[in-house]
């Protein structure tokens, strides 16, 4: 079997269809394949079309380099196309929904909600993390902060003449 190698993915709402853009590693040609979804519409359920593209043995070696999370949104976008939404405005509910909001207080979110935003920052963290082997690995990198900001200011805990001998 052939090793394939990912690079780009989209999709064409109407028909609806996945196109992936491939390279083949032992060639190393470029290559795009357009993977139609049969059936999908503005009510079928994501998790299940993409177990079924999963299951496909004739996609299966591409579709599962690919993100789940990836896959999901564009097919939310077909979804959200489908019922009449613009492009723009689709992005912008999509990108609220399945993203995360540093201003966001997780602590409010249901246990479902709180799981979604979780596995998003855990692929985000694997996604930037640089490890041994890696081209741009560094051991033990060192930052200076920004002197010039605001002063800091010190409390009695910072002082050592002030602490409490017991400690």
């Not at 246990?111 to 690995?137: H, Q, S, V, W, Y």
Request: include cysteine.
């Amino acid at each position: 079997m052939m090793a394939l190698m990912p690079k780009k993915c989209g999709i064409r709402v109407d028909p609806p269809t996945l196109i992936v853009t491939y390279i083949e590693e032992q060639s190393g040609k470029k290559r795009q394949r357009s993977l139609p979804l049969r059936k999908f519409n503005k009510h079928s359920n994501i998790k299940s079309t993409i177990e079924e593209l999963n299951s496909n043995p004739k996609h299966r070696e591409l579709i599962q380099q690919i993100s789940p999370r990836q896959l999901e949104k564009l097919l939310r976008v077909i979804q959200e196309r489908q019922g009449g939404m613009r492009l723009d405005d689709a992005l912008n509910k999509i990108g609220a929904d399945m993203g995360i909001d540093p201003n966001e207080n997780l602590n409010k979110l249901d246990d479902r909600a709180l799981k979604e935003k979780k596995a998003i920052m855990d692929e985000t963290f694997e996604k930037n993390r640089r490890k041994p082997g890696d081209p741009d690995f560094q051991y033990e990198v060192e930052v200076d902060f920004d002197k010039d900001g605001p002063p800091i200011e010190s409390s009695g805990w910072d002082s050592e003449e002030d602490s409490d001998p017991m400690f």
